[in-house]
């Protein structure tokens, strides 16, 4: 009996627009018995095929589609072509001039629903994070392995995201070379050592990549970096001269890669302070202490997971920058972020807006700032855009 799922009346709607995504409530009903990450033929209510998705029963996401083409069976050939293209659109993107570690596969904006794929120099990272993903791992490792530059996979599905469709979290070699402890990551003139076995995502904060690069007006500045992880912006503004660099983080383990990253670019230590502390707090005690600083850096955490845990972000947000605006000295820049997916760049600059206002402040945009472009974002898959940046400048 074929594997197929057939949509309630109305709901083929989001898929003729080529949206990835079934939601369980759009289900009509489910035929073949189909397991976790099996592919099903998806049909309307009254017939119509529409598309060929992964299954996942338990997610609230129940399939999410590979292909769009009646034509295009999900095979060995489907997963080359689509590691095909991805590769393609990052030569296209010339990453290779600034880095040697890019996000090679992006998910559903790279037709691959679930699925992360990091690459540091000759080593991949990938995250299978669904059904479909899953059960596609190996098909898709043999189409990574074609390509002879790469020494080792790496698997790093340890993400909360597999516990939605009822996977537990696997870390291991999957082919090739292990990947050596420490990996050297060359970004724009700037070596960031990266932990890709234990290091948040695959083992660095690639989405940042050319806002680490848009750091302004750093020469003499004194730079604030707020949710610092390894240094990334904090190192940016010392190799552009800045007079110092106050690198503030919870986790120790990420401070001290962070002055590891220091001592290998040569940067002078004195340069430095590493604070281990809660930034909410810690942006009270400069406060407090009447410190400013000219350039203040804040990229927190996902504060909201879901749309309905936004308003409470919200407020998390607006703490946070109407302190960072009042660290800023007159004449400096605040680069403040999110990576709540619901947060839209609207609401952000409301947020932020209001921040400054109830700092006595105006603040000016100098740029708007997103995930960089190895993280695409497709027209018909708003959802896989999650980073918001703004630039400032504070009169
Ligand atoms: N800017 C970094 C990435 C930041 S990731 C880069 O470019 O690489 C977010 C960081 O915030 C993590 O390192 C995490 O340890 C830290 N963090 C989370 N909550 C925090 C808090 N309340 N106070 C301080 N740091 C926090």
């Known amino acids: 009996m074929p594997k197929e799922l057939i949509l309630k009346d109305g709901r083929e709607r989001s898929l003729l627009r080529h949206h990835p995504w079934i939601f369980d409530g759009a289900v009509a009903a489910v035929s073949g018995a189909p397991l976790p990450g099996d592919t099903v033929e998806v049909y309307s209510e009254e017939g119509q095929w529409l598309a060929r998705a992964s299954?996942?029963?338990?997610?609230?996401?129940?399939?999410?589609?590979?292909?769009?083409?009646?034509?295009e069976p999900i095979d060995q050939a489907f997963f080359d072509k689509r590691i095909d293209a991805a590769t393609t659109y990052r030569s296209q993107l010339a990453l290779q001039e600034h880095t040697d570690t890019w996000r090679l596969v992006h998910g559903e904006a790279d037709g691959l629903p679930g699925c992360v794929i990091d690459r540091?120099?000759?080593?991949?990272?990938?995250?299978?994070?669904?059904?479909?993903?899953?059960?596609?791992?190996?098909?898709?490792v043999a189409s990574l392995k074609r390509d002879a530059s790469i020494?080792?996979?790496?698997?790093?599905?340890?993400?909360?995201?597999r516990k939605r469709d009822g996977l537990k979290s696997r870390c291991g070699l999957l082919w090739g070379e292990e990947p050596p402890e420490l990996f050297t990551i060359?970004?724009?003139?700037?070596?960031?050592?990266?932990?890709?076995?234990?290091?948040?995502?695959?083992?660095?904060?690639?989405?940042?990549?050319e806002n680490r690069a848009a750091l302004p007006c750093c020469?003499?500045?004194?730079?604030l970096n707020c949710f610092c992880y390894t240094g990334g912006f904090g190192l940016r503004a010392a190799k552009e001269g800045a007079k110092s660099v106050t690198q503030v983080d919870l986790s120790a383990p990420a401070?001290?890669?962070?002055?590891?990253?220091?001592?290998?670019?040569?940067?002078?230590?004195?340069?430095?302070?590493?604070?281990?502390?809660?930034?909410?707090?810690?942006?009270?005690?400069?406060?407090?202490?009447?410190?400013?600083?000219?350039v203040v850096v804040l990229d927190p955490p996902k504060f909201a997971e879901t749309p309905k845990q936004l308003e409470k972000a919200a407020r998390g947000y607006k703490d946070i920058n109407l302190?960072?605006?009042?660290?800023t000295r007159p004449g400096g820049f605040l680069l403040t972020f999110s990576c709540s997916g619901a947060m839209t760049p609207e609401l952000f600059?409301?947020?932020?807006?209001?921040?400054?206002?109830?700092?006595?402040?105006?603040?000016?945009?100098?740029?708007?700032?997103?995930?960089?472009?190895?993280?695409?974002v497709t027209l018909d898959f708003p959802e896989g855009r999650y980073l918001t940046g703004l630039l400032l400048s504070l009169p």
Not at 130 to 139: I, L, T, V
Not at 219 to 223: E, K, M, Q, R
Not at 274 to 281: G, I, P, R, S
Not at 323 to 327: E, Y
Request: charged residues 30%; glycine residues 8%; proline residues 3%.
């Open 55 to 71: 299954y996942s029963p338990v997610s609230k996401i129940r399939a999410r589609v590979w292909t769009f083409d009646p034509n």
């Open 120 to 140: 540091y120099g000759d080593f991949v990272v990938c995250q299978f994070l669904c059904a479909g993903s899953e059960a596609a791992r190996e098909m898709i």
């Open 151 to 161: 020494r080792g996979i790496y698997e790093r599905s340890d993400t909360d995201a």
């Open 186 to 209: 060359h970004e724009n003139g700037i070596q960031f050592l990266a932990d890709l076995r234990n290091g948040h995502k695959t083992g660095f904060y690639l989405d940042q990549r």
């Open 219 to 223: 020469h003499g500045a004194d730079v």
């Open 255 to 294: 401070l001290e890669l962070a002055k590891r990253n220091a001592e290998l670019n040569g940067f002078d230590d004195a340069l430095f302070t590493y604070t281990k502390a809660d930034v909410f707090e810690q942006l009270r005690k400069f406060r407090d202490m009447g410190r400013q600083f000219d």
């Open 323 to 327: 302190l960072g605006v009042k660290l």
């Open 349 to 376: 600059v409301k947020i932020v807006g209001d921040a400054a206002r109830d700092a006595g402040r105006s603040a000016r945009i100098v740029k708007v700032l997103g995930q960089a472009p190895d993280h695409p």
